[in-house]
């Protein structure tokens, strides 16, 4: 599961709806960013790991932003199944 990935793969953008795929059991594997808020991340992460999704927390915010081709960075994203 790399940062490449998510450019050519359905995925989704930001800790909302990151949360709301990861819940639905729809996610395929997890990106949280390093530089993210940990009281911001921490629940996403248990979330994950209860569903059994796993989870990359080494990209930036800035570098999970551009792979997911927008202009801002985001604290999390999800690779669909």
């Known amino acids: 599961m790399t940062l490449e990935s998510l450019k ?15 819940g639905k059991g729809d996610a395929k594997g997890v990106f949280v960013a390093v530089d993210a808020d940990v009281r911001v991340t921490k ?18 915010m800035a570098e999970i932003g551009k792979a997911c081709t927008i202009e801002v960075g985001a604290a999390a994203a999800a690779l669909l199944k």
């Open 8 to 22: 050519n793969a359905p995925h989704v953008t930001g800790l909302k709806q990151v949360s709301k795929i990861v």
């Open 43 to 60: 629940p996403l992460k248990a979330l994950c790991e209860e569903k059994g999704v796993p989870v990359n927390d080494t990209a930036t």
